[in-house]
T-cell receptor
Framework: GAVVSQHPSRVICKSGTSVKIECRSLDFQATTMFWYRQFPKKSLMLMATSNEGSKATYEQGVEKDKFLINHASLTLSTLTVTSAHPEDSSFYIC????????????FGQGTRLTVV | GNSVTQMEGPVTLSEEAFLTINCTYT??????LFWYVQYPGEGLQLLLKATKADDKGSNKGFEATYRKETTSFHLEKGSVQVSDSAVYFCALSDEGYGQNFVFGPGTRLSVLP
């Protein structure tokens, strides 16, 4: 199947700093990418949907100025957590859909963010 | 809106036991249904999927059948192994509903030797 690579897999940062997480589709062009957040022992919560070359669509309750999403190319989307705080600590997962594959999306391996 | 309900567990079984994890859904359209598995510290991996009514998805001994009449997609495996210990998520994706996935809460499975 198609491969989505997410980097870094783990990151620890100081409170007040910004962290960038990358999501790459390695062997297909991803017209749409999704960013999810997973709280401990909880399901995935969709944060935003990004389409290449356009602004991301954020879900209700997600601060777009805090979670900056850029989808500048068909193989790369980035999520930047700005001015991170301990409550932003979580597991973030991206997924990508390729043109012509119907409803199947492929997931990255996730990024464990810890803000200290 | 669309939603997915599944038994939350945790589910603890002995090796070689039979596994069933129930999943039901609500959808405005005609969604595709998925089971994803998440091993400790890792991201989600697609386990199996079904795109239309009566389709049976299967992989690694796991099976699930798309039942439109009962809006269900229950996951089954005849004989679980210790290596099956993970969290299992039922999900749907509806092209007519923003294309994104809606996940169930996940079911943690622990298989004891």
């Amino acid at each position: 199947g198609a491969v989505v690579s997410q980097h870094p897999s783990r990151v620890i940062c100081k409170s007040g700093t910004s962290v960038k997480i990358e999501c790459r589709s390695l062997d297909f062009q991803a017209t749409t990418m999704f960013w999810y957040r997973q709280f401990p022992k909880k399901s995935l919560m969709l944060m935003a949907t990004s389409n290449e070359g356009s602004k991301a669509t954020y879900e209700q309750g997600v601060e777009k100025d805090k979670f900056l999403i850029n989808h500048a190319s068909l193989t790369l989307s980035t999520l930047t957590v700005t001015s991170a705080h301990p409550e932003d600590s979580s597991f973030y997962i991206c997924s990508a859909k390729a043109t012509g594959t119907g409803t199947e999306a492929f997931f990255g391996q996730g990024t464990r963010l810890t803000v200290v | 809106g669309n939603s997915v309900t599944q038994m939350e567990g945790p589910v603890t079984l002995s090796e070689e036991a039979f596994l069933t994890i129930n999943c039901t859904y609500t959808a405005t359209g005609y969604p595709s249904l998925f089971w994803y598995v998440q091993y400790p510290g890792e991201g989600l991996q697609l386990l199996l999927k079904a795109t239309k009514a009566d389709d049976k998805g299967s992989n690694k001994g796991f099976e699930a059948t798309y039942r439109k009449e009962t809006t269900s997609f229950h996951l089954e495996k005849g004989s679980v192994q210790v290596s099956d210990s993970a969290v299992y998520f039922c999900a749907l994706s509806d092209e007519g509903y923003g294309q994104n996935f809606v996940f169930g809460p996940g079911t943690r499975l622990s298989v004891l030797p």
